[in-house]
């Protein structure tokens, strides 16, 4: 079992940055793939970014590229999402989630944070 809970998340205004945290515990931390995913309000969930257990690869939305950077801290069991030029449809809850394997589908997730919202005022 892994228990994931996300922090940082609050109300920002566009074009301002915003630093979510992802506390991981239970199982070993490094053999799982680690992924954030939003949800607005009315919408699905979606990808927004994954990175491999070294860390060297990471993955992300194309809506997100080049403005949100995913990293993790092997060491502290932490990952991290890292969000600058925020814009108002960047506003949603967002998930910390856990998968063997990269995964961009919600059902082929195995683990979810309980979520954070982030609020991007325009």
């Known amino acids: 079992q892994v228990q994931l809970v996300e922090s940082g998340g609050g109300l920002v205004q566009a074009g301002g940055s915003l630093r979510l945290s992802c506390a991981v515990s239970?199982?070993?931390?490094?053999?799982?793939?680690m992924h954030w995913f939003r949800q607005a309000s009315g919408k699905e969930r979606e990808f927004v970014a994954a990175?491999?257990?070294?860390?060297?690869?990471?993955y992300y939305a194309d809506s997100v590229k080049g403005r949100f950077t995913i990293s993790r801290d092997n060491a502290k069991n932490m990952v991290y999402l890292q969000m600058n030029s925020l814009k108002p449809e960047d506003t949603a809850v967002y998930y910390c989630?856990?998968?063997?394997?990269?995964?961009?589908?919600?059902?082929?997730?195995?683990?979810w944070g309980q979520g954070t919202q982030v609020t991007v005022s325009s």
């Open positions: 239970g199982r070993t931390f490094s053999s799982y793939a």
């Open positions: 990175i491999r257990w070294s860390g060297v690869s990471t």
């Open positions: 989630a856990a998968d063997k394997a990269i995964v961009v589908v919600t059902a082929a997730v195995d683990y």
